[in-house]
């Protein structure tokens, strides 16, 4: 393991944020980086909130409650499919030809997959090509953000000085807590509707909206300038290229097998379990429980909601303290202390739920939202660019990424929904949200500590 704190030697990002012109790029990439996770979230926020609230109606009309929300998040685990495809193809453009392109790219792919959302007609109306057009546009909304969540971590991580980095990587996550806060906003507006109205026509007006916030996210990433590390990167490779050239007309046998390290898996399978960890109990607590609250405990659809944006609200805080925690005390004890609390937490959130009470139910899901889907979020970002080696970061943590998410997130309310579907209990939902989050806290046994690594490395960190 690696466990040098580098963070004393100044590194490429650090030269670069010393220039006039490297600040006011830092501060471009940071807004334009927010606006497009932005969107991102917005996307699942939506999508989350509306297949546990509308969508059963809206798409599924001629099944019962239960299988009509289980499935509506089954089409929301489709997204998920697609996300390691486009993780897979587009992280490894991103490492070749550079991390803005990708992210022009991705947040280009989710405004118009999401406006489609809303564009598509209604089960009554065209039949079984409803469900159909709506998975379509989730397999669109899944490649595009398989490569924008890494994307936007490595970029603002590679722009930001290393002293302050995990900060500064942190605020992917209020990009990602801004569209859970604008959509659960203007979902508590459209559920002031009258009911038919709202599985009528009112459920598109967020889908519709959200292309505002993908054009100004897409104009500003247009301007931004790419990351001083790869920057860095693609120079040092362009000067061994031109060496190698040089000295193949004297040394005709092969030499490029030692002209860059080879990099192992270890930090993949460290990466991976760290996602399993907070991606699953993330999902469970701001998809599931949503349409768990709403349908199987015949609550007021506004009581989810207005916890969602309490959440919300909190996680502008949350997010950055971690970040600023992991700067000061380091990445891996404070990812295991988050990870300790979710294991604890599971049991006693649903029992508690069970009260039914608004007030009771509401804080149990603030509670679980600010520990899985902000406070280790605020983590990850950092640790996660920080485990790669620079030549294969964006692709790497991508795919491990997205991949977590299939074995967890995006699969998790589809799987809990089963489980109730099957037992009527909240036991079983329990035990799975326990066990998702105790990977990742056995992962955080093998990680490394990666607080202020040279972000130029070769190597993974492990």
């Known amino acids: 393991m690696n466990n040098t704190d580098n963070s004393a030697r100044p590194q490429e990002a650090d030269l670069h944020f010393e220039t006039h012109e490297g600040r006011k790029n830092f501060w471009s990439t940071i807004i334009s980086i927010w606006l497009g996770t932005t969107m991102e979230y917005v996307d699942f926020a939506l999508y989350g909130l509306a297949a546990g609230l509308v969508f059963g109606d809206v798409f599924f009309p001629e099944q019962t409650p239960i299988l009509a929300l289980l499935s509506s998040f089954a089409t929301w685990a489709v997204g998920f499919i697609a996300r390691p495809i486009g993780a897979i193809i587009l992280g490894k453009v991103g490492d070749v030809y550079g991390r803005k392109f990708v992210l022009i790219i991705t947040v280009s792919l989710m405004g118009l997959a999401t406006t489609g959302i809303g564009l598509i007609p209604s089960y009554s109306a065209i039949g079984f090509w409803a469900p159909l057009l709506l998975v379509f546009l989730r397999i669109c909304q899944g490649f595009g953000a398989g490569a924008e969540l890494s994307g936007g971590a490595v970029m603002l991580a590679e722009c930001a000085p290393t002293k302050h980095r995990g900060l500064v990587a942190s605020l992917i996550g209020v990009g990602s807590n801004s569209g859970t806060l604008l959509a659960s906003t203007v979902w508590l507006l459209v559920l002031l509707m009258p009911k038919d109205d709202v599985i009528a026509w009112g459920w598109r007006i967020p889908f519709l909206c959200s292309i505002l916030v993908a ?209 009527g209990s909240w036991i079983p939902l329990a035990v799975y949200f326990v066990v998702t989050a105790g990977i990742g806290l056995i992962t955080t046994f093998f990680a490394p500590e990666t607080r202020g690594r040279d972000l130029s490395a070769l190597r993974d960190a492990i």
Request: hydrophobic share 50%.
């Open 215 to 423: 054009v100004l996210a897409l104009i500003l990433r247009r301007t931004m300038k790419e990351s001083p590390v790869f920057e860095a990167f693609q120079r040092a490779k362009a000067e061994k290229i031109a060496q190698a050239t040089k000295a193949a007309s004297h040394m005709p046998e092969d030499n490029s097998s030692a002209s860059t390290p080879r990099s192992g898996w270890k930090a993949f399978f460290i990466m991976l379990g760290l996602r399993i960890g907070e991606n699953g109990p993330s999902y469970m607590a701001q998809g599931f429980l949503i349409g768990y609250v709403a349908k199987a405990l015949n609550m007021e659809k506004s009581v989810p909601t207005t916890a969602v944006l309490i959440a919300s609200i909190l996680g502008f805080a949350v997010i950055p303290l971690s970040g600023w925690l992991s700067d000061r005390f380091g990445r891996r004890p404070l990812y295991r202390a988050y990870c300790l609390l979710l294991v604890l937490y599971g049991f006693p959130a649903f029992m508690l739920l069970e009260s039914r009470d608004p007030i009771v139910v509401a804080s149990v899901i603030i509670v679980g939202m600010c520990l899985a889907s902000l406070g280790i979020f605020g983590v990850q970002a950092a640790y996660g660019v920080e485990l790669f080696g620079v030549q294969h970061r964006y692709s790497k943590m991508a795919v491990a990424k997205e991949v977590g998410s299939i074995l967890s997130g995006g699969t998790a309310p589809m799987v809990a929904s089963a489980l109730l579907a099957a037992t």
